[in-house]
Structures are given as structure tokens and as C-alpha cells.
């Protein structure tokens, strides 16, 4: 496979990009993670994957699915099995905690299983190391089968056995999704709400691994880290857990990381995501794209963790006895819409990220994630007709969809039926107090049928009516819908309506694949790409975002957005600076390459400019442009 860019000697010699070493050894074979992707898709996704070193992220958001997974493999596996009840004393809390520790030893005896196994095809082992990227761990390996001598080959197959090393077992939490707990109709204190338990189920376990902090800043959540010794360096100055910040610019992960860094907290990774090209919730920027941003985190990036440091230093004097001189290793990684071998060489040889995160494809990896056959079939048959930018979510993020997901089809049913709205049976994305004391969550029956009852009532007109009830019908229970695809395919709740969050790189995808074929395809070894016309993952994002612009546009002139004239014209000029920014990078693709690339560049650039802003806008732009 030919390589998408060509690498000049200032890219080849570039002081940020981590070595061979760095990231392949230690917890990191793998130049690869696989993300959250809702609450049920990868619940359990490491005991399939963590063996051989791949590293992995659990939802933390969905207690109860944890505790129905706990018992599944308790089962399974002929574990012990103490029920943890919903009344039970800091049962959510209790049961992440459980559920995470029995993760942890599963994970750490099916390692040591493979570690035994001979090498031989077929084994866990060779596995192992078939799998591996070209790295001189893996080398090590090819030159043990070269071996004739047996005794020289024994010693160097002890020796690759003792470099086994499992993939780290991660946890992800929403932040801003931190729902007071009640219990016997009263409040519980703060520190069980959602995300702070979540957080103590996190910290109580036995896990040596990252939590990964998503979808805002929580100030509440990032005060209450520090109550945990292992958030903090030990004696040897190591972190025995460490922090993860998805961000999807520069300049939130500056503010997030000091102040953490003034609580004596240390941020080890920066996963920085797509705000549009990715799976589940869309978090749009202002118009800022990949591109743009990972060049700016590069340039950026020592002057960062420098200054994050002299803030550290300080922060950690306050809280722990421990001096640490020089600064904790940090990662940059990137995650969102990445599809092709030649985007993620892209990737960490022009921006230096140490690592890339593939979330969408694995959605057809069956032996890896929790998924039924039919839906599995669902995804391969999917086209951009199907999946879907939707208004899905509660929370009024936009949410991707697959359209003929039995969640869907079970909503639209149940408008059919006159009975819009879910029965609400976990309450995790509750908010709305409009109607109640106690909140609601926007996709809730209780909800829904007040608010449409109401809208009559609020001198609408017919045209603002039907917007609005058609906006109110669209929210769909998706806490508990995306814990579907595990719940369904175990057998643990039959009649689930699974909901699937799929990015839109899975129409590029079209059959169902091992987990040995995707990591192939991630390397480069082989290509499972199905769509000959898919664009480059910049374009495609670019895309999504004059489509984003053109529906807030659109939400705006029917009085559906709260935006402002400046953020329309601050969105637009951000969109037209990221293709000039992509132009250049261009000039580093290999002819073939570089021509279809700026052909889309071109024909996206003239339909971004065409977007007439005066004309939706209207005077409110013109007092915005000319303030008195």
C-alpha cells in the first residue's frame, strides 16, 4: 500500500514525534486503542482484546448493565457472585468497583494463559506477535522463527514470553452527565452523584490505568480527584492511575490542565477527538478542524507540558510529600474518523501523535464488541442514507444514529402509537425541570407528554408548533438503549432495542471482520476499505461541517438556536482558514493523492463561501458587524 503523503526530512527528523520505544513498549505494544463506544458496545471488550496488549475503554455511565455484565462473567467464569442491590449502601460506586476488579484478574489469568502457550500457528502467543505493528519487539520475534539452533530459539522464546505485556483496561467518564441520586424519594449527599461515584468505583478498584474524562469540564468531579491517593505519585514518583482528557481543541485542554495541575493532578494523555467525524455525541467547535488543531497541539506541545508542570509542582507540595522534578510522561493521541493505514501514518509522522484510536470499524470486529449478528448485518448494509446526525440525544448534543436501529424503530413506533416518549427505566440523562421538582430527562414519557400538551399554550405559530413538537418527539432513551447490544447479545435482556451510535466512516466498511483482519487493516497489511470514492478523513470532517453550519443556519431563521450572528461569521471564517491550512499540508501527498484531495478542497471551499449569512441573518447581523 503506497504511503498518502510524502515524508520530507524535516518531517523524518521532527523532535516531537515519539520514538519506536516510547509507544510501542511498556503498557503500549500497540500504536492503536480501541475507544468507548457507548455503554454496551465495549463493556467488556478487554477480556477479548487486553491479552494481546490492546488497550481498551469501559463505560462507566450505566451501573446497572455493569452489575448485569458482573454477574454474566462471575458465571462464566466460575466466579463467586454477591448480588450488589440498587438500595445497597454506595451501590454505584461498589459495583464499578466489583466489576473492574473482576476485569482486572480475568485479564491478568488470560495473560498468563497465552504467556504459557506454545509457539505454534494458531496460539494465543503467535497471536500475539503476528499482531504486533513493525516494531523491534516484533522483529525479535521474526528473528526467533529464524532460528534453526533449538536450544538459541528456546532461550529467545522465554525471553519474548517475558515481554508480554497486557493492554491497559481504561474507564470513561461524561463528565457533565452527573445526575443527583435519590434514594426513598430523598437527595443522597454530592458525593454520589453519577460521575462522582463513578469516579470512587473507578479509584476504589485494583485497575493500574487511565480514566478518561469527556465531554466538559465537571469542576465539582475534578475537586473530587484529588481524594484519591492514586490519582497522586507514590514514593517512586509514579501514578499508579492516571487522567485522560478528550478534548477537541488546544485551548480547552490548557484550561482543563491547569486546573487540574493547581490540585497537584497530572494529565497523562490528551485524546483529542474529531468534533463531528466520530461516533455517539457530535461536539461541534466553532468551526475548527483536526488538521488545524493538531498542528497547533505540536507546536504547542513541550511549551504545554512545561508550563502545566511549574503549576504541578506547586499544586502537589499542597496535597503530597512527594517531589517530582521533572514532568510525567505525556501522550497526545487522536481519535475520529480515522479509516485508512495511510491517514493513521499521517497522523503520527506529521502531527507526532504517539498513539490513534479506531472506534467505528471495530463495530464489525464481532469477536470484540457487543453486537448481534443482525446488526452486525444492519452496519455492513449501511449508507450514508442511514447513518445520521440526529437530534436523538437528551442531553441536545447531536447524537449519530443508524436509522433502522430497533431503538429507532421502537421510538417511531411509539409516536405511531400515540404514546410518544420512553418509560424512562434509569434515569441517568434526567435535567429537565420545566414541569417537576425532581428532573426529567427530555426523552422520557412523562416528559414529552407534558411539553407537547403545553406547546399549544405558547402562541406559536404553525410552522414554530410543528418544529418544535417534531424536535420534542425526536429525543430517544439512549442510556439505556445503547447498553442494548450487550444486554441482547448475552442473553440477559431478550427484548432490548438496541440503539448504535456508528460514526459515518462505516459506510466505507461493508462485511463483518476478525479482530487479526482490522488489525491488519490498521497497519496496512491488507485493506477492508469497501468504498473506492471514500474521501480522506479531513475532507470528510470538513464536509460534515459545512453541513453542521447550514442545519444551525437553517435552526436559526425558524428561531430553533440561540447562537449569534458572530458565532455564524467566527464558524465560516474558521472553516475557510482550515482549508488554506489543508492546501499546504497537500503539498506533502504523494501526485495522486494530493490532486483528488485538493479537488474536494476546492468544490467544499466554494460551497462554504456560497452560504450566504447576510441573507439568513439578516439586520441581526448587521448591528452585530456595526455595534453603536
Not at 468507548?36 to 450505566?62: C, W
Not at 461541534?284 to 507540558?305: C, D, S, V, W, Y
Not at 521533572?326 to 493513521?344: F, M, S
Amino acid at each position: 500500500m503506497g504511503a498518502f503523503y510524502r515524508q520530507s526530512e524535516k518531517n523524518r527528523n521532527m523532535s516531537q514525534a515519539p520514538s519506536e520505544i516510547e509507544v510501542y513498549t511498556g503498557q503500549h505494544p500497540h500504536a492503536f486503542h480501541i475507544p468507548v463506544m457507548g455503554p454496551g458496545f465495549t463493556i467488556d471488550t478487554a477480556l477479548r482484546v487486553a491479552k494481546f496488549g490492546i488497550s481498551s475503554v469501559v463505560s462507566l455511565i450505566d451501573d446497572v448493565l455493569i452489575e448485569q455484565m458482573r454477574k454474566f462473567h462471575c458465571e462464566r467464569e466460575g466466579e463467586p457472585y454477591e448480588p450488589i442491590a440498587a438500595r445497597d449502601p454506595d451501590a454505584r460506586a461498589n459495583r464499578i468497583t466489583a466489576y473492574l476488579n473482576l476485569l482486572d484478574r480475568l485479564v491478568h489469568r488470560q495473560t498468563q494463559r497465552l504467556q504459557a502457550t506454545p509457539f505454534e500457528p494458531g496460539s494465543e502467543i503467535t497471536q500475539y506477535f503476528e499482531m504486533l505493528p513493525d516494531t523491534p519487539l516484533q522483529k525479535d520475534y521474526r528473528q526467533m522463527l529464524a532460528t534453526t539452533d533449538p536450544v538459541e530459539r528456546e532461550r529467545k522464546q522465554e525471553r519474548l514470553r517475558t515481554q508480554v505485556v497486557s493492554g491497559s483496561i481504561d474507564v470513561n467518564i461524561m463528565c457533565k452527565i452527573d445526575p443527583e441520586t435519590y434514594q426513598h424519594g430523598e437527595k443522597l449527599p454530592p458525593e454520589h452523584s453519577g460521575a462522582l461515584a463513578g469516579l470512587r468505583g473507578f479509584a476504589n478498584s485494583t485497575l493500574r490505568s487511565s480514566i478518561v474524562l469527556s465531554a466538559g469540564m465537571n469542576h465539582r468531579l475534578y475537586g473530587y480527584i484529588g481524594k484519591f491517593p492514586d490519582f497522586f505519585p507514590n514514593e517512586h514518583g509514579v501514578l499508579k492511575k492516571k487522567l485522560v482528557l478528550k478534548v477537541s481543541d488546544y485551548r480547552s485542554a490548557v484550561i482543563q490542565g491547569k486546573f487540574l495541575a493547581k490540585r497537584g493532578l497530572w494529565i497523562s494523555e490528551y485524546r483529542i477527538e474529531s468534533g463531528l467525524n466520530c461516533g455517539g455525541h457530535a461536539f461541534a467547535t466553532t468551526g475548527h478542524l483536526m488538521g488545524p488543531i493538531l498542528a497547533e497541539f505540536k507546536a504547542n506541545r513541550q511549551k504545554l507540558i512545561e508550563t502545566l508542570h511549574e503549576i504541578y509542582i506547586k499544586g502537589l507540595a499542597d496535597r503530597c510529600s512527594v517531589s517530582v522534578d521533572a514532568p510525567h510522561a505525556v501522550r497526545v493521541t487522536v481519535q475520529g474518523g480515522i479509516g485508512h493505514a495511510d491517514e493513521n501514518e499521517l497522523l503520527r509522522r506529521v502531527y507526532g501523535v504517539d498513539a490513534t484510536g479506531w472506534g467505528t470499524p471495530f463495530l464489525l470486529v464481532r469477536d470484540v464488541i457487543n453486537m448481534t449478528d443482525a446488526d452486525v448485518a444492519k452496519l455492513s448494509a449501511a449508507t450514508e442514507k442511514d447513518v445520521y446526525l440526529s437530534d436523538s440525544s437528551p442531553l441536545g448534543v447531536p447524537f449519530w444514529n443508524l436509522r433502522n436501529s430497533e431503538s429507532e424503530q421502537a421510538r417511531r413506533s411509539r409516536i405511531h402509537d400515540g404514546k410518544p416518549g420512553s418509560p424512562c427505566p434509569k434515569g441517568y440523562l434526567v435535567s429537565n425541570t420545566e414541569f417537576t421538582e425532581r428532573p426529567l430527562c427530555h426523552a422520557s414519557r412523562s416528559y414529552q407528554s407534558r411539553k407537547l400538551e403545553s406547546l399549544p399554550t405558547e402562541g406559536l405559530t404553525i410552522e414554530e408548533l410543528q418544529a418544535q413538537q417534531a424536535s420534542v418527539v425526536q429525543k430517544s432513551c439512549i442510556c439505556h438503549d445503547l447498553s442494548g447490544p450487550a444486554t441482547l447479545k448475552n442473553g440477559i435482556d431478550p427484548g432490548a432495542t438496541p440503539a448504535i451510535c456508528c460514526g459515518p466512516n462505516i459506510v466505507n466498511f461493508s462485511k463483518p471482520v476478525s479482530l487479526e483482519e482490522m488489525i491488519n487493516h490498521i497497519y496496512g497489511r491488507i485493506c477492508l476499505i469497501m468504498n473506492p470514492e471514500r474521501p480522506h478523513m479531513f475532507i470528510r470532517e470538513l464536509s460534515l461541517y459545512r453541513d453542521h453550519l447550514r442545519k444551525e443556519l437553517e435552526r436559526y431563521s425558524k428561531d430553533l438556536s440561540s447562537r449569534t450572528p458572530k458565532y455564524f461569521r467566527e464558524f465560516k471564517d474558521n472553516l475557510l482558514t482550515g482549508i488554506e491550512y489543508y492546501r499546504k499540508l497537500a503539498e506533502q501527498f504523494v501526485e495522486e493523492q494530493r490532486d483528488r484531495f485538493v479537488d474536494h478542497l476546492n468544490y467544499l471551499c466554494e460551497e462554504i463561501e456560497s452560504i450566504p449569512l447576510a441573507s439568513t441573518l439578516g439586520p441581526k447581523l448587521q448591528v452585530a458587524a456595526n455595534p453603536a
